[in-house]
C-alpha cells in the first residue's frame, strides 16, 4: 500500500459515494482537455478517464506515478506529467483552441500559492473543479465585512468566480485530515471591466491585509497618503476587511495615477 507523504500534503480520497459526486459535478464530456492535478492512486483519475478519450494528470510522487502507469487503463489514454505543479506550464497541453478543464484535490500545504499560480494561467482554462480546505473556500468566496474576508477573497473576485459545491468530512479520506473540505467550481472571468490596473490592485491589497487589523490610513502608508485615499472614494480609517474589491480597484486607480506622476 502506498504511504501519502506529508511533505506533498497528500490525503487520499477512497469514499465511492463522494467520487461519484464529483465526477458528476465535472460532468466531463468526450472531448473535454481534462487535466487532474495531482491525481495520487487514481480514485477520480480513472472514472474521469472512462467519461473522456484522453487526459493528463500533473504529479510530483514517483511512486504513485509508477503505480499510475502500471494500470491499464492508462495506456494511451493518460498522460502522466513528473512534475511540480508550482511551476508547470499549463499552456504546453494546449493542441488547439480547447481549454482545459482542471481538476484536482489541491494539496492543502500549498493551496494558496497554487490557486494564484492557476489566475496567471487562467486564460488557458475553461474551469476549474477542485478540492480544497473548507477553511480556504470559504475564505475565497467570502464578501466584504464577513468573517473570512481576506487578501485571498479580493486577489479572486476579478479573476474567478467562486461556487462551493458541497462538503467532505475527513473521513473520505486515507489518512484523514484534520479539517474538513469543500468540493468547489471556478471558472475564470474573460475580462473584468472595473479593474484597470491589475499590478497596482495586487499592491494595495497585499500592503492592507499584511496588518489588517491597522487601518488603510496605516498600512497603505508607504503607498498612498490619507489625502488620495480618500480622493479614491474610501475612508481611511476603514480596515482592510471592510473594504469591496471594488475599493482595492480605486485605491489602484490612485496609485496608478501617482506612480505615473513621479
Request: hydrophobic content about 45%.
Amino acid at each position: 500500500m502506498h504511504v501519502a507523504r506529508k511533505r506533498f500534503g497528500q490525503h487520499f480520497l477512497h469514499d465511492p459515494g463522494i467520487i461519484r459526486r464529483i465526477v458528476a459535478a465535472v460532468d466531463p464530456q468526450p472531448e473535454d482537455l481534462l487535466v487532474e492535478i495531482g491525481p495520487g492512486l487514481g480514485a477520480i483519475t480513472f472514472p474521469l478517464l472512462e467519461r473522456v478519450r484522453q487526459m493528463h494528470a500533473i504529479e510530483i510522487d514517483r511512486d504513485a506515478i509508477r503505480y499510475l502507469r502500471s494500470h491499464p487503463d492508462t495506456e494511451d489514454r493518460l498522460s502522466i506529467h513528473e512534475a511540480d505543479i508550482l511551476q508547470f506550464d499549463l499552456a504546453s497541453l494546449r493542441q488547439d483552441e480547447r481549454r482545459l478543464r482542471v481538476v484536482g484535490n489541491l494539496p492543502y500545504n500549498i493551496s494558496t500559492p497554487l490557486l494564484f499560480r492557476l489566475i496567471e494561467q487562467r486564460e488557458h482554462i475553461l474551469d476549474l473543479h477542485v478540492m480544497l480546505q473548507k477553511e480556504v473556500v470559504q475564505r475565497m468566496a467570502a464578501r466584504a465585512g464577513s468573517a473570512h474576508y481576506g487578501r485571498l477573497s479580493v486577489m479572486l473576485a476579478p479573476w474567478m468566480s467562486v461556487e462551493p459545491l458541497f462538503d467532505i468530512g475527513p473521513g473520505a479520506f486515507r489518512p484523514p485530515p484534520k479539517v474538513s473540505s469543500t468540493f468547489a467550481r471556478l471558472v475564470p472571468i474573460a475580462s473584468c471591466p472595473w479593474l484597470e490596473h491589475p499590478r497596482e490592485y495586487g499592491m494595495v491589497v497585499a500592503a492592507a491585509f499584511a496588518q489588517r487589523r491597522k487601518t488603510l490610513r496605516n498600512s497603505l502608508r508607504a503607498l498612498l497618503t490619507e489625502q488620495e485615499i480618500a480622493h479614491a472614494g474610501l475612508d481611511a480609517g476603514a480596515r482592510a476587511e471592510t473594504i469591496a474589491p471594488l475599493g482595492y480597484a480605486a485605491l489602484a486607480r490612485e496609485l496608478a495615477r501617482k506612480r505615473a506622476r513621479a
